[in-house]
Protein backbone atom coordinates (compact mmCIF):
# COMPACT_ATOMS: atom_id res chain seq x y z
CA UNK A 1 0.00 0.00 0.00
CA UNK A 2 1.27 3.72 -1.15
CA UNK A 3 -0.17 7.13 -0.17
CA UNK A 4 0.61 9.53 -2.39
CA UNK A 5 0.34 13.62 -1.23
CA UNK A 6 0.60 15.86 -4.09
CA UNK A 7 1.73 19.68 -3.15
CA UNK A 8 3.64 22.98 -4.29
CA UNK A 9 0.23 23.85 -7.46
CA UNK A 10 -0.90 27.41 -7.29
CA UNK A 11 -1.27 30.12 -10.14
CA UNK A 12 1.02 31.43 -12.10
CA UNK A 13 1.58 33.67 -14.92
CA UNK A 14 2.22 32.44 -18.68
CA UNK A 15 6.20 31.64 -19.17
CA UNK A 16 6.43 31.09 -15.28
CA UNK A 17 7.70 27.57 -13.67
CA UNK A 18 6.33 25.77 -10.58
CA UNK A 19 7.45 22.50 -8.98
CA UNK A 20 5.13 19.79 -7.83
CA UNK A 21 5.83 17.40 -5.83
CA UNK A 22 4.68 13.93 -4.68
CA UNK A 23 5.54 12.37 -0.94
CA UNK A 24 4.54 9.09 -0.31
CA UNK A 25 4.37 6.39 2.62
CA UNK A 26 5.61 3.68 2.46
CA UNK A 27 9.36 1.45 2.55
CA UNK A 28 9.46 0.15 -1.08
CA UNK A 29 8.75 3.38 -2.47
CA UNK A 30 11.59 2.81 -5.06
CA UNK A 31 10.66 -0.35 -6.52
CA UNK A 32 7.42 2.00 -7.91
CA UNK A 33 7.46 3.03 -11.27
CA UNK A 34 5.49 6.67 -11.09
CA UNK A 35 3.86 8.69 -12.90
CA UNK A 36 1.88 12.43 -13.31
CA UNK A 37 -1.35 13.33 -15.12
CA UNK A 38 -3.51 15.51 -15.04
CA UNK A 39 -7.16 16.69 -15.72
CA UNK A 40 -8.50 20.23 -16.96
CA UNK A 41 -12.08 20.92 -16.57
CA UNK A 42 -14.74 18.88 -19.06
CA UNK A 43 -11.69 16.81 -20.36
CA UNK A 44 -10.54 13.38 -19.84
CA UNK A 45 -7.40 12.95 -17.68
CA UNK A 46 -4.23 12.57 -19.46
CA UNK A 47 -0.57 11.39 -19.30
CA UNK A 48 2.04 14.00 -18.43
CA UNK A 49 5.10 11.72 -17.42
CA UNK A 50 6.40 8.83 -16.02
CA UNK A 51 9.45 7.27 -14.47
CA UNK A 52 10.58 3.64 -14.05
CA UNK A 53 11.16 1.99 -10.92
CA UNK A 54 14.85 1.96 -9.83
CA UNK A 55 17.31 2.53 -6.66
CA UNK A 56 18.81 5.83 -8.54
CA UNK A 57 17.63 7.47 -10.62
CA UNK A 58 15.17 5.94 -12.95
CA UNK A 59 14.31 5.54 -17.12
CA UNK A 60 11.76 8.85 -17.79
CA UNK A 61 9.03 9.20 -20.66
CA UNK A 62 7.01 12.60 -21.67
CA UNK A 63 3.62 13.40 -23.34
CA UNK A 64 4.92 15.43 -26.41
CA UNK A 65 2.85 18.45 -25.26
CA UNK A 66 4.94 18.75 -22.42
CA UNK A 67 8.43 17.29 -23.67
CA UNK A 68 11.19 20.03 -23.69
CA UNK A 69 9.44 22.17 -20.57
CA UNK A 70 8.73 19.46 -17.90
CA UNK A 71 11.20 17.32 -15.79
CA UNK A 72 9.88 14.51 -14.12
CA UNK A 73 12.45 13.56 -11.25
CA UNK A 74 12.38 10.99 -7.97
CA UNK A 75 14.02 10.99 -5.16
CA UNK A 76 13.89 7.90 -3.42
CA UNK A 77 15.68 8.58 -0.03
CA UNK A 78 13.22 11.36 0.18
CA UNK A 79 10.22 8.86 -0.38
CA UNK A 80 9.43 11.73 -3.04
CA UNK A 81 8.53 12.80 -6.57
CA UNK A 82 8.38 15.47 -8.45
CA UNK A 83 7.44 17.33 -11.80
CA UNK A 84 9.53 20.91 -12.41
CA UNK A 85 7.08 22.60 -14.86
CA UNK A 86 9.12 25.38 -17.23
CA UNK A 87 7.90 27.46 -20.16
CA UNK A 88 4.22 27.23 -18.36
CA UNK A 89 1.39 27.92 -21.06
CA UNK A 90 -2.52 28.59 -20.40
CA UNK A 91 -3.28 25.34 -21.56
CA UNK A 92 -1.15 23.37 -18.68
CA UNK A 93 -3.82 24.76 -16.24
CA UNK A 94 -5.31 21.57 -14.75
CA UNK A 95 -5.50 18.94 -11.55
CA UNK A 96 -2.42 17.52 -11.19
CA UNK A 97 -2.34 14.08 -10.01
CA UNK A 98 0.80 11.61 -9.12
CA UNK A 99 0.34 7.98 -8.93
CA UNK A 100 1.86 4.83 -8.76
CA UNK A 101 2.16 1.35 -9.97
CA UNK A 102 4.43 -1.59 -11.43
CA UNK A 103 5.24 0.09 -15.09
CA UNK A 104 6.33 3.39 -16.03
CA UNK A 105 3.17 3.82 -19.03
CA UNK A 106 0.79 6.73 -20.62
CA UNK A 107 -1.94 4.44 -19.31
CA UNK A 108 -3.65 5.88 -16.31
CA UNK A 109 -5.41 1.89 -15.76
CA UNK A 110 -1.76 0.56 -15.44
CA UNK A 111 -1.48 2.42 -11.97
CA UNK A 112 -2.30 1.09 -8.80
CA UNK A 113 -2.27 4.00 -6.33
CA UNK A 114 -3.48 8.16 -6.76
CA UNK A 115 -3.32 10.80 -4.79
CA UNK A 116 -5.93 13.61 -4.07
CA UNK A 117 -4.62 16.33 -6.53
CA UNK A 118 -2.92 19.74 -6.67
CA UNK A 119 -4.15 22.50 -8.71
CA UNK A 120 -2.56 24.69 -11.29
CA UNK A 121 -3.37 27.83 -13.04
CA UNK A 122 -1.70 29.28 -15.82
CA UNK A 123 -2.80 32.82 -16.46
CA UNK A 124 -2.28 34.51 -20.18
Known amino acids: QVQLVESGGGLVQAGGSLRLSCAASGRTFSRYALGWFRQAPGKEREFVAS??????????YYANSVKGRFTISRDNAKNTLYLQMNSLKPEDTAVYYC???????????????WGQGTQVTVSS
Open 51 to 60: ISWSFIGGST
Open 99 to 113: AAGSESTSLDREYDF
